[in-house]
């Protein structure tokens, strides 16, 4: 892995770990350059990539400091920036429950093969999952995943973490992922699994999500119950 996208993870891991603390400054850049023995301009890249992603600001003449970031007061329903699966933010906070609703194998049409990067009818898994915390409805996920690159997933991290099995089992770096944001009038599946009427809306993300190879191995839909939503996003001048 590129050094500067490893020295981004390692500080991301410990601001969300809470070594670093929002508010808090961080050593002064030529202290971080010799922690992880690169030079400036790694580490310059590296912070970049952690100020795009809304958990740092620079301040001229003070320094870089965390921002106002706390995972413990997230809204459950919250489109952020970040790749981590709901099991991995939530963990040990909050009770997640999963109901697998499909689990199977299909053909890729034209439609889903390109979103994959794929060839039409190469074989993906079809999964549709509901996720509920705290015994509250959190979302209804519909999943496409190429088998090709992510072999052998079973019910069993469906039902806990599929992004868990894909880092530690498969060995494999989930690095980016690319988001849409829209609305919807509900249907009889959103109605039944996050309490909509037929007249009510849902929010839906769609995500396609790539590994640090520059793979795409998911094209998915997240829906949301339209009351609990929220989209936060940080813009950065450049």
Do not use: W
Request: with cysteine; glycine share 6%.
């Amino acid at each position: 892995m590129v050094k500067y996208i490893e020295i981004a993870d390692d500080i991301r891991s410990k601001i969300k770990g809470g070594k670093y603390t929002y508010g808090q400054k961080l050593p002064y850049e030529y202290v971080l350059c010799v922690t992880y023995h690169c030079n400036k301009e790694t580490m310059k890249k590296a912070l970049d990539i952690l100020v795009k992603e809304g958990l740092i600001i620079r301040r001229r003449g003070a320094g870089t400091f965390v921002k106002d970031y706390d995972p413990s007061s997230d809204s459950p329903n919250k489109a952020n920036l970040f790749t981590k699966g709901l099991t991995q933010r939530y963990e040990g906070i909050k009770k997640i429950e999963t109901e697998v609703i499909v689990f199977e194998v299909i053909p890729s049409d034209e439609h889903i093969s390109k979103k994959l990067q794929i060839e039409e009818g190469s074989f993906v898994y079809h999964i549709i999952r509901f996720r509920k915390l705290d015994n509250r409805p959190y979302a209804l996920e519909i999943i496409y995943m190429p088998i090709s690159v992510i072999p052998n997933l079973k019910l069993e991290h469906l039902k806990s973490s599929i992004y868990r099995y894909i880092e530690k089992d498969l060995k494999l770096k989930i690095q980016s992922a690319h988001k849409k944001v829209r609305g919807h009038l509900s249907l009889p599946l959103e109605q039944q699994y996050l309490g909509l009427k037929e007249t009510d809306p849902y929010f839906e993300v769609e995500q396609i999500a790539y590994l640090s190879t520059g793979v795409i191995f998911e094209y998915s839909f997240s829906r949301f119950h339209y009351n609990d939503f929220e989209l936060q996003t940080v813009t950065v001048a450049t």
